[in-house]
């Protein structure tokens, strides 16, 4: 029905895991549909560069999904009234669940995820969330992704008459660095992606928000130039 | 921070077995946020009769989500292109998994239920699922539900630093009949619900499909005067 290719699902956040990830399911040889999310995020500069991204990559199905989490509230990043945190030491993030935290969006993001690996008849769903160096969202642990494994099995019509779409975590034990080293061999054009919680509106990214320090930190360790363009005037302490 | 009362998210369909379950939780109590999706879904009319039920039973906080399954496709419910099946038989309905499945469906609903009962603090989402009269949809199933319950402990910043919400599924084990009986014990005004799958452009019920069916013998089978608008013309079969 749709050749011998094996096809996989892809979240495409438009940031340097999910983009990773994506150049990963290409090398891994399937076919890939990529997923993105205009969740009402304060940063869709970011929905802009997933479409950069999977274009760059020869990738021609990407369905980008109008979820609308901003009309449920809670979170900084879709809740312009909330300041996004800035300047916060590496002890200090990851300590907490920050604000920045949005509720059950990675549960929202992979049941639509698990929706269209049952339409496109997909047996692998690309998530390229990290443990290691994460802003400290619970719904970025291997306990929760271990979770999710066991209600896809148990979801969709395809996993009852055919098999379960394997959930992919490639960089759930890597770091940031380790995930950049391996986009890099694999080609992946990381001044395409976008990491800023808080961009302006040329989306230039500021620099001192929780994902701009751990994204700036994770190119200096992984000996990588950081491509990033920053806002005028944005200084960095030395690390 | 919200006063004593409980709070509960309730998943309103704008059919008889969610509205059912709201009418439910307002007898548990709880103080209900009704959830509804505009999905895509060709029975659109089921929309505007999850805002009447929400009116006549006094539940102010009625949020309405656009949640675009429609675009990811492969269902009859979403794609005008899929006839929804007709007329058939009590061993037809339930003995496979019918074209009227949507893809996930239940998943990217609890999930955005578990969104909103963190945002709204609330310890309970009601669904009125049942596993006994269903159209034989995988993500009606108690082990479904089971699963689902173990990912919302893990999910979200509330279950990790409070507590989890309780997923209750008050109809898992009842029939139609039963849950029927249950609302009319409760003044639930039936005549506000829609089921049909295949409404015509004034909302009347085909009286055919799935839904009808056993929407239809759900009622005679509780004794209670089936209240349901349908087509002209609409003829049944004996029972």
Chains 1, 2 share one sequence.
Do not use: W
């Amino acid at each position: 029905m749709r050749g011998t290719k094996s096809h996989a699902v892809v979240l495409l956040s438009g940031g340097v895991d999910s983009s990773t990830a994506l150049a990963l399911a290409l090398r891994d040889g399937h076919v890939c549909h990529a997923l993105t999310f205009q969740y009402g995020q304060r940063h869709s500069a970011e929905v802009e560069a997933a479409k950069r991204i999977a274009r760059s990559m020869g990738v021609s199905d990407h369905r980008i999904v109008a979820a609308h989490l901003g009309e449920l509230g809670g979170s900084a990043l879709t809740d312009r009234a909330l300041p996004v945190p800035k300047g916060r030491t590496r002890e200090q993030i990851g300590s907490d669940i920050p604000v920045t935290y949005v509720p059950a969006r990675n549960t929202i993001f992979l049941s639509y995820a698990l929706s269209l690996a049952e339409v496109t008849a997909s047996d692998y769903i690309y998530i390229g969330v990290s443990a290691v160096d994460s802003s400290g969202y619970p719904d970025c642990r291997p306990e929760y992704i271990e979770a999710f494994r066991r209600l896809a099995a148990l979801a969709t019509r395809r996993a009852v008459e055919e098999r379960a779409p394997q959930i992919v975590t490639p960089f759930i034990k890597k770091s940031k660095a380790d995930i950049i080293r391996a986009g890099v061999g694999m080609g992946v054009d990381y001044s395409l992606t976008v990491s800023c919680y808080d961009p302006d509106a040329q989306g230039l990214a500021c620099g001192a928000c929780d994902s701009c320090l751990l994204r700036r930190r994770a190119f200096a360790d992984a000996g990588v130039p950081d491509p990033t363009v920053y806002q005028p005037g944005v200084k960095f302490p030395g690390r």
